[in-house]
């Protein structure tokens, strides 16, 4: 009766015979719920670590990635220089070798010339020798 009275004004006893304002299954449900919302709370705290270590992991590997990029490109550039200065290189060797042939067929003219000279010289000797 006394326990009625007191559970109409809002008051209760729980199970140590404590006097509690709520009533012992809603608290109960209360302690329930906030155990909830630690384990809940937990596991978000848990799950933006992880969320964490793996955007540190994904900007390390964009950074690597991008290092990687760099070093590539930089390998692809030096490629065009290296075929641009064979390229440039082919074409002095090219001239060079246009230049001797030239100088060869030079040469091969005026030792013909002299050829025909030292001839020309070689017969007059002969006709002054037998001229005597």
């Known amino acids: 009766?006394?326990?009625?009275?007191?559970?109409?004004?809002?008051?209760?006893?729980?199970?140590?015979?404590?006097?509690?304002?709520?009533?012992?299954?809603?608290?109960?449900?209360?302690?329930?719920?906030r155990e909830q919302c630690r384990a809940f709370v937990d596991k978000t705290a848990e799950f933006q670590n992880i969320v964490g270590s793996l955007i540190e992991l994904v900007d390390q590997l964009a950074k690597a990635v991008e290092s990687e990029k760099m070093k590539a490109i930089g390998a692809r550039n030096l490629l065009k220089l290296i075929a641009?200065?064979?390229?440039a290189q082919e074409q002095q060797l090219q001239a060079l070798i246009a230049e001797k042939k030239m100088q060869l067929e030079r040469y091969r003219i005026e030792y013909e010339?002299?050829?025909?000279?030292?001839?020309?010289?070689?017969e007059f000797i002969d006709q002054f020798i037998f001229q005597k």
């Open 84 to 87: 641009k200065q064979r390229e």
């Open 113 to 122: 010339t002299l050829c025909k000279i030292e001839a020309d010289q070689n």
């Open 1 to 33: 009766m006394a326990q009625a009275a007191l559970g109409a004004a809002g008051l209760h006893f729980d199970e140590l015979n404590k006097l509690r304002v709520l009533e012992p299954e809603v608290a109960a449900q209360t302690a329930q719920l």
